[in-house]
């Protein structure tokens, strides 16, 4: 073969095969964190199945989370230790344009306020007030400052102690001991974040990410979501990232940033959720042990993968084969 005969014959075929050794992943694809993401994944399908942007199909499913009253995301979700619910999101897209609003109150749609923060001003991040004030010189109504149902009752069992110990995201917490919160006495779990992953049918990747953060914070405290390269981060040439879990230690190694970097080395998704899992890990090993941080990661030929440090991490996957919850590996069971 010549050259320029090899040439044409790899220009036709390693697209085939990078293809192939992703086995078969079908595009356009939506993967979000937890088994909660099952209806925001069909909520993005609706967006993506029409050859619709994947930034706007990662809006329409943080949406309809935040939308949801029962739901520890949004409004819904729990307040920090001053009874105050305080939200974070954030939103990238395939020219890495991004946006986020950190510590904002009274505002229903967070996501779409960091989408005007990246689409409206020269700024990243607008935090507390002044994403509020932000928000209102933008049309976005002021809802009323009152919890849910589910967030008052635990916000009062809560306050028995006061204990300033957040826990958050270690599942199966009957079995886990020492790790359940006393107010989920049924077993289920405190989902506050929800991240989602999306390629769209031009290829393009984009992710957002919204949350009501930590359970009991302290009032004005952020965490990784709204953080770029900590909570989300989207290389449209590499693949994109998102986190859940303890915050504070995602943002420590610039979590989401370094799974991407991982996949730009030639790791799979999976492996390079893991390694950044082990980073957390190899920092204070003791301290891993009692918390839980969770990777989602899809690279561009759309190959999804995710790990954890503890069992339970869930993620959503949605394209037109698959429609499921899979379960992420993890280090500590
Ligand atoms: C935070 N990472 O505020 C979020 C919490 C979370 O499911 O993921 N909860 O630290």
Redesign the pocket.
């Known amino acids: 073969m010549n050259r320029r005969k090899f040439l044409q014959w790899s220009a036709f075929t390693a697209p085939l095969l990078a293809y192939k050794t992703t086995g078969n992943i079908e595009k356009p694809i939506v993967v979000s964190t937890w088994d909660s993401g099952m209806p925001v994944n069909a909520e993005a399908w609706k967006i993506l199945k029409e050859g619709g942007k994947s930034l706007d199909a990662v809006e329409a499913g943080a949406r309809y989370i935040e939308d949801e009253i029962n739901c520890c995301v949004g409004l819904g979700g729990y307040p920090d230790r001053d009874g105050i619910v305080t939200l974070?999101a954030c939103i990238m897209d395939e020219n890495a344009n991004c946006g986020a609003v950190a510590a904002v109150e009274r505002i229903k749609h967070p996501v779409s306020l960091a989408r005007k923060v990246m689409e409206k001003t020269p700024h990243v991040l607008l935090a507390g007030a002044g994403a509020q004030q932000f928000a209102l010189e933008n049309g976005f109504a002021l809802e009323p400052a009152i919890l849910s149902k589910d967030a008052e009752n635990a916000y009062q069992q809560w306050l028995k102690k006061s204990e300033y110990k957040p826990v958050?995201?270690i599942e199966n917490k009957k079995e886990n001991g020492p790790f359940a919160p006393p107010f989920f006495e049924d077993g289920s779990a405190?989902?506050?974040?929800m991240g989602l992953l999306a390629i769209d049918a031009q290829g393009n990747l984009s992710g957002a990410v919204t949350?009501s953060?930590?359970a009991f914070k302290l009032h004005g405290r952020v965490?990784?979501?709204p953080i770029i390269g900590a909570?989300l981060y989207v290389d449209n040439a590499i693949g994109a990232a998102t986190?859940?879990?303890?915050?504070?230690e995602?943002i420590r190694i610039c979590g989401t940033h370094l799974v991407v970097e991982y996949m730009r080395n030639g790791y799979s998704s999976q492996m390079a959720c893991k390694k950044a899992c082990d980073r957390i890990i190899q920092r204070d090993r003791e301290k891993a042990k009692q918390i839980q941080v969770g990777f989602l990661a899809i690279n561009k030929q759309g190959e999804y993968g995710a790990y954890a440090i503890q069992k339970g991490f869930v993620f959503s996957v949605k394209n037109s084969k698959e429609n499921k919850i899979v379960p992420a590996k993890y280090f500590f069971g």
Do not use: L
């Open positions: 974070d958050i995201n405190n989902h506050d974040t949350t953060g930590m965490g990784d979501s909570g986190s859940s879990g303890v915050g504070e995602v």
